[in-house]
């Protein structure tokens, strides 16, 4: 079969037999890939130091007949986090990774958007903003200025509930009360990179994410633990 070059954000890298690994990517035109890297554990290997999370990848493979392709060539583009962010980045990768499945055509804009916007903002509510928006983008949520369980348009001055990982008005339910504050605070740090969240909203935010993940039955990264 041809050869195929495209963009691609590295999920996962799993060492198989002495020498090779297993890479499942998010390419930006093909959807989510699984390929093999021969050779990649090889100390020389061009892979083994190409292949990084974090980054832009230029790869290109070759298709195989049982689903899995032949890496062929790979080259990085630009550091898209930076180490300072590097754990809020790998626990999104890995929630990315749950999110758009094999033969998934979405997944890297999504992924790309996401750690983008980590990278520009301060690294807590960075976290979450990049988490809420990759969840909204897969379809997980509703955006912040409805019900979502009656549709009606909520005004931004008015508290919500937060019920069953659902974001409802006052007439559908009863739960967590989202303040009107906290809804603006999270809507801000999505759009902008200045804007700082009060400890007890980060909290707060980080709390629903966790609830969202958790049912879906979704692996809670390590820094949502304490917090679920
Ligand atoms: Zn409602």
Not at 24 to 43: D, F, N, S, Y
Not at 121 to 137: P, V
Not at 215 to 222: A, I, Y
Request: a negative charge; glycine letters at 10%.
């Amino acid at each position: 079969m041809a050869e195929i070059s495209d963009d691609g954000l590295l999920l996962r890298r799993i060492p198989f037999s002495e020498t090779s690994l297993i890479c499942h990517i998010l390419t930006a035109g093909h959807g989510r890939i699984t390929v093999m890297a021969r050779g990649a554990r090889r100390p020389k290997s061009i892979f083994r130091a190409t292949l990084a999370p974090l980054y832009r990848l230029h790869i290109t493979w070759r298709p195989g007949r049982s689903g899995m392709g032949t890496l062929t060539d790979i080259s990085r583009g630009e550091q898209l986090v930076d180490e300072s962010r590097m754990l809020p980045a790998l626990e999104l990768i890995a929630v990315s990774s749950t999110l758009f499945q094999d033969g998934d055509p979405h997944g890297y804009h999504e992924l790309h958007e996401a750690l983008s916007l980590l990278a520009d903002r301060h690294a807590d509510e960075g976290q979450c903003a990049a988490l809420w928006l990759m969840l909204e983008r897969a379809g997980w949520l509703g955006d912040l200025s409805h019900c979502w369980l009656c549709g009606d348009m909520i005004a931004a001055d008015v508290p919500m509930q937060w019920q069953h990982a659902h974001l409802v008005c006052e007439h559908c339910g009863e739960g967590m009360e989202i303040s009107a504050g906290l809804r603006k605070g999270m809507a801000g740090v999505i759009r902008q990179s200045n804007i700082h969240m009060a400890a007890r909203d980060r909290e707060s935010w980080r709390m629903m994410i966790g609830l969202v993940l958790r049912e879906h039955g979704v692996k809670l990264p390590d820094s949502f633990r304490q917090h679920g």
